[in-house]
């Protein structure tokens, strides 16, 4: 039984007193659900208020980037996964679709990116996505499939199944247009098919396969309830606590 993630990717959004207000505001919402993780990813410097407030509580802290060097060293602008560790995160978001955008992150970075949170002893939450062209052009299981074995490459099945994959396709991000419940079902299965094509199947069931893109609380349980959806990465819906509550609390 794989355990269900709701997962909050604040993004650029919220000062550090902003995001200590919200997660202040999340957990009575969340108080007592104790079958789903649930988690938010503050920025950088939001990090350890939100973990001070949040300690103690269900809810964890995500960051959203890494370093893909690991401990201290001359790398300006960077912050390693252990710093994440030391600022109160549990988990870390690499290889989000914006940032393969933005930053030009490629497989390989986000690969070394995962294998250095999983060092530190973090939970990597791997994204992948095709954009709308490779979608219509019917490449989308191409292009997410060479995502999985690019940002997967190397990791062993005890790594995989400590590790969250997300499959976020870019043009249901923000837009709010949602991949329909089969649609990503589909490739949710697909993306499992691979993993075990690459570690066993063993590891690819234990592997938590989350569906991101405009997520909100009228469309997550139709989502939540396909059988390899095992939970959300939502954006947008996450910045006000009582949506996000109600995505938490989707099947209840
Ligand atoms: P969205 O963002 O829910 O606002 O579409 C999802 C994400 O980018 O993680």
Not at 45 to 69: H, I, K, M
Not at 104 to 123: P, S
Not at 206 to 221: D, Q, W
Request: proline fraction near 4%; aromatic fraction near 6%.
């Amino acid at each position: 039984m794989r355990t269900p993630v709701i997962a909050g990717n604040w993004k650029m959004f919220k000062t550090i007193g902003a995001a200590a207000a919200t997660v202040e505001q999340l957990i009575p919402l969340v108080e007592g659900v104790n079958d789903c993780e649930i988690l938010v990813a503050p920025t950088f410097p939001a990090l350890r208020a939100v973990a001070d407030a949040a300690r103690g509580t269900n809810v964890r802290v995500a960051a959203q980037d890494v370093a893909a060097e690991s401990g201290e060293g001359a790398f300006t602008g960077e912050v390693s996964a252990e710093m994440l560790a030391d600022a109160g995160a549990t988990y870390c978001i690499v290889g989000h679709s914006e940032r393969r955008q933005y930053q030009k992150e490629t497989d390989d970075l986000v690969n070394r990116k995962a294998r250095t949170v999983l060092a530190a002893g973090l939970t990597p939450i791997i994204c992948v996505g095709e954009m709308l062209d490779d979608r219509d052009g019917g490449r989308a299981e191409e292009v997410v499939g060479a995502q999985v074995r690019g940002s997967f490459q190397g990791l062993t099945a005890p790594e995989v199944i400590r590790t969250i994959a997300a499959y976020e396709p870019v043009w249901a991000i923000g837009t709010g247009r949602t991949a329909t419940p089969e649609i990503a079902e589909q490739m949710h299965r697909f993306i499992r098919e691979i993993i075990a094509e690459m570690v066993g199947q063993e590891a690819a069931d234990g592997l938590r396969i989350l569906y991101g893109g405009s997520v909100k609380p009228e469309n997550a349980s139709g989502l939540m309830e396909q059988p390899n959806i095992d939970g959300g990465l939502v954006g947008g819906a996450s910045l006000k606590a009582d949506d996000f509550a109600k995505i938490v609390r989707y099947q209840r």
